[in-house]
């Protein structure tokens, strides 16, 4: 079950998925969701070209994904 947190964060390297364009190192986000699991893993939606721009929402990321905004 997912707890939701909004928590502002960069990306800490290139995240590269199949459904979504890459996302690139320091990309700024947020932290919307944060599973039950040990060790937790983390929903979050990337402004890959800033907020004004498209958000990209990328399930099961983990804390290396992850560096503090």
């Not at 990306?11 to 990309?27: K, N, Q, Y």
Request: glycine share 8%.
């Amino acid at each position: 079950m997912m707890s939701r947190a909004y928590v502002p964060i960069r990306a800490a390297h290139e995240i590269r998925t199949t459904d979504h364009p890459p996302i690139r190192t320091g990309a700024p986000g947020e932290i919307i969701g944060v599973s039950g699991d040990i060790p937790p893993t983390y929903c979050v939606t990337f402004w890959p070209d800033g907020r004004d721009g498209a958000a990209v929402t990328i399930n099961h990321l983990t804390r290396i994904d992850l560096k503090e905004a």
